[in-house]
């Protein structure tokens, strides 16, 4: 009973965090950060309003009627899940029978097959949902056949598009985390002794291997779950779903927002806790124990500050902390593919704001081409590629070269600034975590912040940012700096709850290895193991997580793209016929805005350049954490250096000093001769 209590308490807490989410779009239209106060009295209004269930009501602005909210969203909630869980259950099982198969091919083929992995899951969701679509629409007009509908009309609704789209992503990670965990199972010693008994493969891989990696793989599912549905989010946006996002931009009220997530967040949430009571197991005993002897938080800060009182901050030097990243840095370039992920983000960046310094932003624009005779036209926005520009034009008559290139520096700057809070910020919090918690409150805040695994990302950006980066009739609530300030704010601490979980647990598993025990033992103060033993070990660990970090903000902007939502703010004109929207600082998601009507009129060029842009960053990334991995295990000896090996080799086969022959004993004899001995 005790343990469904505390199930009860986490899930009223979820639904608590989700009130106080939607109630934020309110606050920054009205009041902001002139009146913070103004934000606690509006979320106490709401919580009034909120446990009045005769005032669940489902308005539309502008218009006077008013509905029932349940009613009104029970059918496109039914409809997203159908699709949600159709696309799970599809990628889930083509995840389990690829991994399955793939364990009886060659070891070569099996890396060519993890290295197509890699690539896949770079892909964004986006281009494979344009991929598709594009076929569809080719096979169509080729050959007259409609291979499966791309777009919801009316009552006649789409499955096949999205649930295939949504089903990729699922079935390449799992299939990719199958791949690993099994490889690692195969190493242990009781599938040695299985072989050694006469086992096949295949019973081994049956009846042991897969039934023990289970529960890992489910735990691992929380993760795919989340990301999946920030996918969706934009999947529904393509393929015209009305499904449970359509609900809630069309109403954009408080209480459309909070009742249609809590639908989305109580099954999933139920379903992972009752199987974690089912099984017995707790998330937070999955990790090893360390520093059960604090008391609470507070205790924890106090502590801690009378250690760093008692420093000799004479002996610590400034500009280490500063020199030794770049030390690592440049010991890091010697890895090629490190290197060509870094130069591409330095030459990319540097050539952006060098282009816009001596520019001052300059852009290319044509509205009308002329044939020669000067009377025929010959092009009108938006251009082809190659007329008048390289890459063409937008539908206002910009180059998009231009465009890209201007908006570089804010897309990946800014993206890597947020990757970099998210990391930094996260790993501060882990330090408190791990070094200032006991198990007990360990275990509080992961199944607290485990709750986030089961909201859309991308959703929950869409709601805070709305009311901040659309322009109004009246102009923008808030000014440019504030724009960018608010969006790295939200867009940080978001995460900034995992990634702190995340350090934190790394950091607690150096801190049970034996060798941080031996350093307490000989008095080192928790300053100093962190700073000298743990930080170096979990350094590594850190620049993947960045890594990963920065790929996730350049997806998300990609989807606030989608909704015409730009790094910036989100610059729209009013009137009979106004403009496109635009983006303020021209990054790349103001191109991905014209997605939909790219692929209806096929003017692919709007889109495929951005989009290959920001694949090419995506990969540069990966490469940085390939080579921060290959640098790693190449310290460790998983992976040997073969130049070092080779030249060991020549020097060896070349003949040193101390390499022993004939020549060289006749030569010890003689000095033993000339030195008198017998």
Known sequence: MTKIAKIVLFYFLGVFGIICISVFPRYFQTSGIADPLNYFRELWAFIQTFVQPDKWVYTVPRSPGEFSLLGTIWEPFIYSMQILLGALLIGFTLAFVFAFLTNFLPKNAIHIVKRILDFLESIPDIVIAAVLQMLVIYVYQTYGFELFQIATYREDKAYAGPIITLAILPMVSLFKILLLMIEEEFTKDYVLFLKSKGIKKFGVLVKHVLRNILPTTFHHTKVILWATLSSQFIIERIFNVHGFSYVILESFTPMTIAVTLILLFTPFFLVFQLVDLWTGQDLGSLQSEANNNRVSLLSAVKYQLTRLGKINWKRWKPWKPVTVPFMTFFRHMKNWKFAVGSLFFILMISYSIIYSITT?????????????????????????????????????????????????????????????LRVFIGMAGGVLFSFGLDRKRQNWIEKIVDSIHFLPLSLIAYILLRPILIEQRMGFAYSFTERIIFEIIILTILVVPLTAVLSGNEMKRVLNTEFIRSARVLGGSNFHIFWKHVLPHIGPRMTILFGQQFIQVLLIFMHLGIFNFFFGGTNRTFGAIGDPPRSMTYEWSGLIGSTTHALSSGKYWLIVWVLLAFILSIFAMQFIIQGVKEVQQTKVGVIYNMRKIRKKRRNYQAGSEYDISPESFQMVNSNRKANGAP
């Open 360 to 420: 001052d932003n300059h852009m290319d624009q044509a509205r009308i081409i002329y044939e020669e005779d000067g009377v025929s036209i010959k092009s009108t926005p938006a251009h082809p590629p190659g007329v008048p520009f390289l890459l063409g034009s937008d539908e206002l008559g910009f180059s998009i070269l231009d465009m890209l290139t201007i908006g570089a520096k804010y897309t990946l700057f800014f993206a890597l600034v947020i990757a970099f």
